[in-house]
């Protein structure tokens, strides 16, 4: 025999239920738990690689994609949207446009002209720029009063752009800057030392591009510096060459691009992890394309160094106490940046 399950409604069971939804989201309001949304510019590789990395680790509630094509955006959405019953909570994804980002939290800049071979990063700063400009202008027309994380190559210099043409204050303008070199030299030392990545601390400082360094410094392994260690165990690691290492640092990003056409899992997890720093107010140190303002002994310049990301954009900008080796490597970076925003 059949049984089915009966529902009376009850009037005063769903008045107080209603109150108690109301008043859970004046707490929530009040908690500052209100709906976190992203919108992200450039839905093409590394636009789609962010989104992707941000659904699977639940970092927003809603995710807006915006290309120059309408049509790519609505289909990124739509194949997103379609991930929602293999993770852990749902994120909803939309198509937009650029006046549409009023209500975003962070917008993220992926758009941008990809290099031809034999071109720098700072060979596309030109198409950089006119494409940069245009959206920002329209983004900020559409009343946008949140934060801007930034991608497009040339990164330090369009930052830089970003915040020129938005008027916002310098902390709410974020580059990747050597966010994801800085993820590479950790992979490299971890292979060569037999350890988890995340037991290596230590940047990639500068420009995202070609005058970047290492703060050999500054890196330590579980604590030790990787000086030290070097030092003490000469014979067992004495297969390891620094700057062999700080090279293929810099170039991992061109191998990547040259057999593949593109990098997009480490640049989107990038955003992902900036992202996730604002929203959830974690206060990590990323290495991220700062706008310097006496920092390092240099003012109106975007570069690559560490800083503290929480609620709100940039907290703090980490002043390492480099060497003079390190300090003329900066400072030639900085020159490198500086002659492209002039």
């Not at 909803?92 to 290099?115: F, H, Q, W, Y």
């Not at 590479?184 to 990639?204: C, N």
């Not at 191998?255 to 107010?281: H, P, V």
Request: proline residues 2%; contains cysteine; hydrophobic residues 40%.
């Amino acid at each position: 025999m059949t049984q089915y399950l009966t529902y009376t409604y009850n009037k005063d069971t769903f008045n107080g239920w209603a109150k108690f939804t109301i008043e859970k989201w004046k707490v929530e309001i009040a908690l500052g738990k209100t709906t976190r949304k992203v919108a992200i510019v450039g839905a093409g590789i590394v636009g789609a690689g962010c989104a992707y990395a941000m659904i699977n680790q639940a970092i927003c509630d809603e995710i807006m994609m915006i290309d120059r094509t309408y049509e790519r955006a609505v289909a990124q959405a739509l194949d997103l949207s379609h991930c929602m019953d293999f993770t852990s909570t749902r994120t909803k994804v939309s198509a937009g446009r650029l006046e549409d980002c009023r209500d975003m939290d962070v917008v993220i800049i992926t758009a941008g002209a990809n290099p031809k071979p034999g071109q720098t990063r700072m060979d596309l700063l030109e198409d950089a720029r006119m494409i940069t400009e245009d959206l920002v202008r329209k983004i900020m027309s559409g009343g946008f009063d949140g934060i801007f994380v930034v991608a497009s190559n040339p990164v330090d210099v369009v930052t830089y752009i970003v915040k020129e043409i938005s008027g916002f204050p310098r902390h709410r303008v974020i580059g990747t800057g050597t966010s994801i070199d800085t993820s590479r030299l950790k992979t490299l030392l971890s292979e060569l030392f037999s350890i988890d990545p995340r037991s290596v601390h230590g940047y990639a400082l500068g420009e995202h591009g070609e005058s970047q360094f290492v703060a050999w410094s500054h890196v330590t392994i579980g604590g030790k510096p990787l000086l030290h260690i070097l030092e003490q165990h000469k014979d067992r690691f004495s297969h390891v060459n620094l700057d062999e290492i700080a090279q293929k640092t810099k170039d991992a990003g061109w191998e990547i691009f040259t057999k593949k056409g593109n990098t997009q899992f480490g640049i989107g997890n990038a955003l992902a992890y900036i992202t996730r720093s604002i929203l959830n107010d974690e206060h990590r140190i990323i290495a991220v394309s700062a706008i310097l303002d006496g920092e390092y002994g240099w003012n109106n310049v975007c570069v690559g160094v560490p800083a503290i990301i929480g609620e709100g954009g940039i907290k703090e900008i980490i002043e390492l106490h480099l060497n003079e080796e390190e300090k003329m490597k900066l400072s030639q970076s900085c020159k490198v940046i500086q002659k492209g925003i002039a």
